[in-house]
Structure formats: structure tokens, C-alpha cells
């Protein structure tokens, strides 16, 4: 079989943790090919994030029109937005393509704090949602997506995911990384209300930038594949931990994760 073919759609980290980096390292890793839309590019450290560029939206949607109409695309990711009105765009090339799983890591805040979505766009995020196949939000994500307060607890969360997974007709899958617990639980909630679970010891490491956008990554790869959604996201959840536990640790704190050292099948 050849190998998969997966469309980031996300914007570019220069430091190579996150982002469209993330993604290509991670969709290359698990044996897939990886295909980009770059949406803004990102200057930014482990840090902070010092600027954002835009890219213009006819060079974004052409980026998306080319991949599909010559290469062909199994699956799409999409990551940082940048706008609205990049949104809306998005979903409007999408509504053409309706077979093609689509994953949706609302992407709001990176991780070293800097926002990466403002109110317009997280607005225009409900709307594409919908049209994906799976999304995954992180829980102070999850309770923006549900305009739930920032401190609402774990039950409240998961009775929203499970609103919204029924409303928009989407796998949700609950990240539990910004829980506090020493065991990190993560979530998938089907369409129909059922919940799957994983819960592991949490990895004692500062070095999670990059987290999101490769378990979305992976996420895809597994789809793109064929494989089902509670065994893609198995697999993406133990890319994500074998890439935390190999994070080289070139910064004091909020390094990359070390994507190139996964070799999953070890
Ligand atoms: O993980 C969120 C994220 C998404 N997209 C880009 C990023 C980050 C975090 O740093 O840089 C481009």
C-alpha cells in the first residue's frame, strides 16, 4: 500500500517543535506523506512568540487546491487558523470534499502562553468543527469551545464534550495534559455520547511543546491509513509519549519534543 497522504494545514514555528514542523516530522515518522497550507508564519522561541505573519488567503487556499488536485490527500490536519476569515475559507474548500477525515486541533494558545486565536476566530472554529471527523481540544480548550468558565471541573467538561460531539456530529477527543493529576486520562467521545479511555502516567518532562499539533499529526497519519478512530488515536497517543519521553532538552523549559528518535515499533 502507499503510504498515506496527509494536508497540515497550520502555521510554521521557526523553532521546529510545533506547527507545521511538528506535523511533517511526525507524519514522516509514521510512514506517511506530508503535504503543507501554510496558514501564518510564526517567529517564536521556547518563550514566547515574537510575531505573527500572515500568509494571504488566496496563497493559503491555493497551497490546499494544488494538494488536492494533483497529489491527492487521505486525510487533512488542521492546526493554527491565523483568521476568520481563513477559517471560512477552509470550510468552504472542505464543503467540496466531503469523504476526506479531517482533524481539527483548535488551536487558541501556544504552549510557552502566547495566544495563537482571537475571539473572531475561535467563533469561526465552531463552524469548522462540524465539518470535521474528530477534533482535539485540550481542556481549557474544550471549555472556550463549550463557553464554559476556566475552572469548571472535569464532569462538567466531559458533559460538554459529549454536547458537542453530538451537536456537530464529530469524535471529541478530551486531552487530559492540562489536568493535574500524576495519571493523565485522555478522552475520545463518539457522535453517539460513548467514551473511550486511556489513562498513563503522566511524563515527568517541561519539554511539551508541540504536543498538540503532533498528536493531531499522528492522529491523521492513522485515518489517512484507513485505520479507525480509537486505534489511530492509540497509536498518535504513544507517538506522542515516546517523542516526549526522547525530548532533547536544548532549552531550559518548553523545548521540542524529540520526534525524529520515535521508533514505535521497538
Ligand atoms: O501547539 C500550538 C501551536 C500551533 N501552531 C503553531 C505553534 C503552536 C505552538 O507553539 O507555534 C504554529
Not at 495566544?115 to 465552531?126: F, G, N, Q, V
Not at 467538561?157 to 477527543?173: E, T
Not at 495519571?183 to 503522566?202: E, Y
Amino acid at each position: 500500500m502507499k503510504p498515506p497522504r496527509i494536508l497540515s494545514i497550520a502555521g510554521s514555528d521557526n523553532s521546529g517543535g510545533a506547527g507545521i514542523q511538528a506535523d511533517i516530522k511526525t507524519i514522516t515518522m509514521l510512514r506517511g506523506h506530508a503535504m503543507t497550507a501554510i496558514t501564518a508564519v510564526t517567529v517564536q522561541t521556547s518563550q514566547a512568540v515574537l510575531a505573527v505573519h500572515p500568509v494571504p488567503l488566496d496563497i493559503i487556499v491555493a497551497q490546499i487546491e494544488t494538494c488536492l488536485a494533483d497529489t491527492g490527500v487521505d486525510a487533512i490536519k488542521i492546526g493554527m487558523l491565523g483568521s476568520a476569515e481563513t477559517a471560512a475559507a477552509i470550510g468552504a474548500v472542505l464543503a467540496r470534499h466531503p469523504a476526506i477525515p479531517v482533524v481539527l486541533d483548535p488551536v487558541m494558545v501556544a504552549s510557552n502562553g502566547d495566544r495563537l486565536a482571537d475571539a473572531a476566530t475561535i467563533a469561526s472554529m465552531r463552524a469548522l468543527a462540524a465539518q470535521a471527523a474528530v477534533i482535539t481540544p485540550n481542556l481549557p480548550e474544550l471549555a472556550i469551545l463549550a463557553d464554559l468558565p476556566g475552572d469548571a471541573s472535569e464532569d462538567a467538561l466531559l458533559a460538554a464534550a459529549k454536547a458537542l460531539a453530538a451537536d456537530w456530529g464529530v469524535f471529541v477527543v478530551m486531552k487530559g495534559g492540562h489536568g493535574g493529576d500524576a495519571m493523565l486520562t485522555d478522552r475520545l467521545i463518539a457522535p453517539d455520547g460513548s467514551v473511550q479511555t486511556w489513562a498513563d502516567p503522566r511524563i515527568d518532562t517541561s519539554h511539551s511543546h508541540g504536543t498538540g499539533c503532533t498528536l493531531s499529526a499522528a492522529l491523521a497519519t492513522g485515518l489517512g491509513r484507513g485505520e479507525a478512530m480509537a486505534d489511530a488515536l492509540s497509536v498518535a497517543r504513544r507517538f506522542v509519549r515516546a517523542a516526549l519521553k526522547a525530548a532533547p532538552g536544548y532549552v531550559a523549559r518548553n523545548g521540542t519534543m524529540g520526534h525524529g528518535q520515535v521508533r514505535l515499533e521497538d
